[in-house]
């Protein structure tokens, strides 16, 4: 009988086919290790093919099993859409969370964040392959994450999965996929449903912009379609974003214009249309 998965939310926080190969690197003055996983001839859902997939990741702690062999420690961390691992070091993540004796104490559990593919230091579009990257999903990702945990990492069990937004419907997908793997899930701000709605319109829209801008040429462009990542960051903004925060935090014009322009050049620089065109496009077939 497979093992009954508990969807942990808020407070309950507390209650917590190929070969690869790894490089390593301790970084003491922050307590972590960063590393790179390759897995090897990985197909994807659509049929294409890699002969090298890789995977960036970042730990803390250690992991601790039991006399059978069995992780009893590991967390992993996903993040959202266009985001990294690198982001849950953050004072306002890490800093509530990762520290002696806070929730997810890295003297205690081996916290685990990765970046996902087509994503940061992952293997992505814009590495070279532009639009010939093959077109991965959320199962993809997952799939590739499993062949971290399990062949780069050592991992055959976790404690616990958090996830946030993309990462949260990650967390539903790992339930479906791998539904034994781990204790509990915890997905933050999502939903388990078919993508549809307004979330499916600002995707299409973003995607549309990029694909419609003369200047992204199919994908092969040698500078960015600047128009089409100035849509695209608008639109991400506004489905990002809160009414009533935006309204204390921008109260006049002035405010909510400069906020604006500060915001597109802060993003833009790194930005790259391919990347986030298949970053948005992988939930098209989200439903679990």
Same mark, same amino acid.
């Given at each position: 009988?497979?093992?009954?998965?508990?969807?942990?939310?808020?407070?309950?926080?507390?209650?917590?086919?190929?070969?690869?190969?790894?490089?390593?690197?301790?970084?003491?003055?922050?307590?972590?290790?960063?590393?790179?996983?390759?897995?090897?001839?990985?197909?994807?859902?659509?049929?294409?093919?890699?002969?090298?997939?890789? +995977?960036?990741?970042?730990?803390?702690?250690?992991?601790?099993?039991?006399?059978?062999?069995?992780?009893?420690?590991?967390?992993?961390? +996903?993040?959202?859409?266009?985001?990294?691992?690198?982001?849950?070091?953050?004072?306002?993540?890490?800093?509530?969370?990762?520290?002696?004796?806070?929730? +997810?104490?890295?003297?205690?559990?081996?916290?685990i964040l990765v970046d996902g593919v087509g994503h940061v230091k992952s293997s992505k579009p814009s590495d070279g392959l532009h639009a010939r990257f093959p077109q991965y999903d959320y199962d993809d990702m997952v799939a590739l994450h499993y062949k971290l945990l399990n062949e780069g990492l050592g991992v055959n069990h976790l404690r616990l999965i958090f996830g946030t937004s993309m990462g949260c419907m990650h967390s539903f997908v790992w339930g479906e996929m791998y539904p034994d793997f781990m204790d509990a899930l915890m997905p933050m701000a999502c939903l388990p449903l078919q993508i549809a709605g307004r979330n499916r319109v600002w995707r299409k829209m973003v995607m549309d912009a990029i694909r419609n801008d003369p200047e992204w040429k199919g994908g092969d462009y040698a500078a960015e379609p600047v128009q089409a990542l100035r849509t695209a960051l608008d639109l991400l903004l506004i489905a990002g974003s809160a009414p009533l925060p935006n309204q204390k935090s921008m109260p006049t014009r002035d405010d909510s214009d400069q906020y604006l322009e500060k915001y597109f050049h802060d993003r833009v620089a790194d930005l790259d249309a391919n990347d986030l065109l298949y970053q948005v496009n992988a939930s098209r077939n989200y439903d679990p």
């Open positions: 009988m497979r093992q009954k998965i508990r969807f942990v939310f808020g407070v309950a926080l507390a209650w917590v086919v190929f070969g690869g190969t790894t490089s390593r690197a301790q970084h003491t003055e922050t307590g972590t290790t960063e590393g790179d996983f390759v897995v090897h001839n990985f197909t994807f859902r659509s049929g294409e093919s890699l002969p090298e997939v890789r +995977l960036h990741y970042t730990t803390l702690g250690k992991a601790v099993r039991d006399a059978s062999g069995h992780t009893t420690n590991a967390v992993l961390i +996903l993040h959202g859409t266009g985001g990294s691992g690198h982001q849950f070091l953050a004072p306002y993540f890490a800093g509530e969370l990762f520290g002696a004796g806070q929730l +997810l104490d890295a003297s205690r559990y081996y916290l």
